[in-house]
């Protein structure tokens, strides 16, 4: 077990070949970019979640971002113009990325309405290393997760867009695919990830809300409801559910021109435009052969069915 206190870089962690030069570091029986581990670990020992925070977290590529876009405009109602004007991903600061990273940000970003007090973050901390910080404050969690196999395509693409992709020469699937599956992936092993969270929220229920990329996609309106009586604030009619499930879908968001342009944020090496790409469920058909799908099945099926988890 690394001590988090003491590790302050990343030369005494284990460290494996990801994709093309990029390693990542393992902390804890977790993988992370080294470009992140001083700004997590800084999140790990120096957060301190107010009970009125609300903290998305996910495996990356899990739906994020619709869940950004979603958690702001329930929390601040109408969120429309802010929407419009800034990628979800600037509306709801990733701890570990823009908050502790090296574009320190105030947290005052986090809602554009200064007078509310739900503070909103992200992360992709695993539970297992961060579930301590969040039971130091009544905080609540908001955990997406998605099918592995559209993970792991959804992932795959994104990486194929970061700014040194050309470089490092193309991620090829099969590479993608190894990854994933051997569990050395950004955030990953992706099962440890989810299960952790998936654990969490039943014994914690009024504090961990966990949710799939599919459950929402099958009705996005049931969820926003159950999304605001989870936060506290619910809704009391449903036109303006149904304006909020319209202003996150995919469809409107990635037409809006901050979420259309190729320009980079100061906090990540891939152009805005890289989070929107089909938003759909079961795309990795497009991609996986027959024996990647029952390769990645069977490990599911081990991973998550003898915990009563099913995918
Ligand atoms: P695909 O690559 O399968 O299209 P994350 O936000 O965690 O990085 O996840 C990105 C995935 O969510 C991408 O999946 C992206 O297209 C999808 N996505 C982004 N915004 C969405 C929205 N409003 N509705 C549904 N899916 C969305």
Redesign the pocket.
């Known amino acids: 077990m690394v001590n988090i206190l003491e590790v302050v870089h990343d030369e005494s962690l284990p460290k494996e070949n990801w994709w093309g030069k990029n390693c990542v570091c393992q902390i804890n029986d977790f993988w992370f970019l080294p470009k992140f581990l001083p700004s997590t670990i800084r999140v790990l020992n120096e957060f301190k979640p107010l009970p009125n925070d609300v903290i998305l977290a ?1 495996f ?7 869940l950004k ?1 979603l958690v702001f405009s329930i929390v601040n109602r109408s969120s429309k113009e802010s929407l419009v004007k800034h990628n979800p991903h600037d509306l709801v600061p990733t701890l570990e990325v823009q908050v502790f990273g090296t574009t320190h940000q105030s947290s005052s970003i986090t809602t554009h309405d200064e007078s509310h007090s739900t503070r909103l973050y992200s992360t992709h901390i695993p539970y297992q290393l961060l579930g301590n910080t969040f039971h130091s404050s009544n905080c609540r969690v908001i955990y997406i997760t998605r099918n592995p196999k ?1 993970t792991l ?2 992932m795959w ?2 990486t194929n867009k970061w700014k040194d992709a050309d470089q490092d020469g193309p991620w090829h699937l099969e590479e993608a695919i190894e990854k994933f599956c051997s569990g050395v992936f950004p955030g990953g092993p992706y099962y440890d990830h989810v299960m952790g969270f998936r654990k969490a929220s039943l014994e914690k229920p009024k504090n961990i809300f966990s949710i799939t ?1 599919e459950e929402l ?1 099958k009705d996005t309106k049931i969820h926003v409801k159950r999304l605001a009586e989870f936060l506290g604030c619910p809704f009391m009619n449903d036109e303006e559910v149904d304006e909020i499930v319209k202003n ?3 469809d409107i ?2 037409s809006y021109e901050v979420n259309k342009s190729g320009d980079f944020p100061s906090w990540f090496q891939v152009p805005y435009n890289s ?6 469920v079961g ?1 990795h058909k497009n991609y996986l052969d027959a024996k990647t799908i029952e390769r990645i099945d069977a490990l599911t099926r081990d991973k998550f069915h003898g915990a009563g988890f099913m995918y």
């Open positions: 996910s990356p590529k899990t739906g994020t971002t619709w876009s559209d395509v959804s693409h994104f990329y996609m996150c879908s995919f968001l990635s989070f929107f790409r089909q938003g759909v795309d």
